[in-house]
């Protein structure tokens, strides 16, 4: 069985749901120690325990160690097979999070999968569900993988409540370069729910006025919510980028230092010339490993990518190559 060190690069969660990510794509044992070793309170979380709840479901596996609190986890796995699959991690623990664990093993699942997850879609220190919806799942379309998402009700901390419904076909996915010059429109969201409109509206001019000059198109979107929150989501992909921006509300922050924060975001990618941003980039690395012959330039490589690579390279027979050029880092994938 192999074991994996929890505490290696940042010491994350993004450890765990690689090493499970991993051992449910190919039906191999792993032993993950050290669980979140780099937080301040280490071990599972309710999201983590439902990420491994749930893949011990679709793939038939013995678990060991599958509490709270456990920093060490035993996960041997049949092949992953596909149906339909409901998981509430009953907090606002972040949806995306769980996404990223669970639907590498589902692109390589039996037949078709129906998903529906509930918990946070719009929390701290995780993606958010319009950056998956709109720049992960195109770009893993144009590897070749057929999937679709709705979200179906927005969540936030601390009440949660929302939810999000995918549908995955098994797909066997291509490489994917992903290293132009953004230079095309500029869509967005502004999400709320239980607070007065006129956040959203001042979050929705105050970036629309920082990207005079861009073709940028905003919507708002109200939510039916048990929980409160806002934000905002700008993106924009082609057929070789795929870049955004965001802000999430927070107490104490006017709504028109968010819109202006996530516009300054993704313009700092159009004028850089940045293939993804630097939160996609993350996420794709697992898929570029699956796939093999993949590049992306992004405007920076983050702890978490570090992390990813070097936890990529000890279980998949691939290597990485990180190199600047021109002041972003051209980031390469060589399988076999």
């Not at 993004?14 to 191999?28: F, K, N, P, T, V």
């Not at 709109?134 to 936030?156: E, H, Q, T, V």
């Not at 000059?213 to 039916?224: L, P, Q, T, V």
Request: with cysteine; hydrophobic share 40%; net charge positive.
């Amino acid at each position: 069985m192999l074991t994996v060190d929890g505490s290696m690069g940042e010491g994350g969660g993004q450890i765990l749901r690689i090493a499970l990510a991993w051992s449910a794509l190919h039906s191999e044992p792993i032993r993950i120690r050290n669980i979140r070793a780099g937080r301040p309170k280490p071990g599972l979380k309710p999201q983590h325990l439902t990420t491994l709840i749930a893949l011990k479901e679709m793939c038939d596996a013995e678990v060991k160690g599958a509490k709270i609190g456990s920093t060490e986890v035993e996960f041997i796995p049949d092949k992953p097979k596909g149906g339909k699959y409901i998981f509430d991690c009953g907090t606002a623990g972040s949806i995306t999070l769980m996404i990223q664990a669970i639907l590498p093993a589902l692109l390589n699942a039996d037949y078709q999968s129906h998903v529906i997850l509930r918990g946070g879609t719009d929390v701290k220190w995780s993606p958010p569900a319009d950056h998956t919806a709109n720049l992960l799942l195109p770009a893993l379309r144009s590897m070749g993988a057929d999937l679709d998402m709705k979200i179906s009700r927005r969540g936030y901390y601390p009440e949660g409540g929302g939810e999000i419904e995918m549908r995955i076909k098994p797909s066997k996915l291509m490489g994917i370069k992903l290293t132009g010059r953004p230079d095309g429109p500029i869509k967005g969201v502004v999400h709320y729910a239980n607070l007065p409109e006129h956040i959203a509206e001042r979050m929705k001019r105050s970036a629309l006025k920082e990207l005079i000059g861009y073709d940028a198109k905003i919507r708002i979107e109200r939510s039916e919510s048990v929980s409160t929150g806002t934000g905002i989501v700008l993106w924009s992909n082609g057929m070789d980028y795929a870049v955004g921006g965001s802000a999430l509300g927070e107490k104490g922050i006017p709504a028109e230092k968010l819109g202006i924060k996530a516009a300054k975001e993704i313009k700092e990618y159009f004028k850089k010339g940045a293939g993804v941003d630097v939160h996609l980039a993350d996420q794709l690395l697992i898929y570029m490993a699956m796939s093999g012959n993949s590049v992306i330039s992004t405007t920076e490589i983050s702890s978490h990518a570090k992390t990813a690579m070097e936890l990529l390279r000890i279980l998949e027979d691939v290597g990485f190559r990180a190199e600047k050029k021109n002041g972003l880092y051209h980031i390469e994938v060589e399988k076999g």
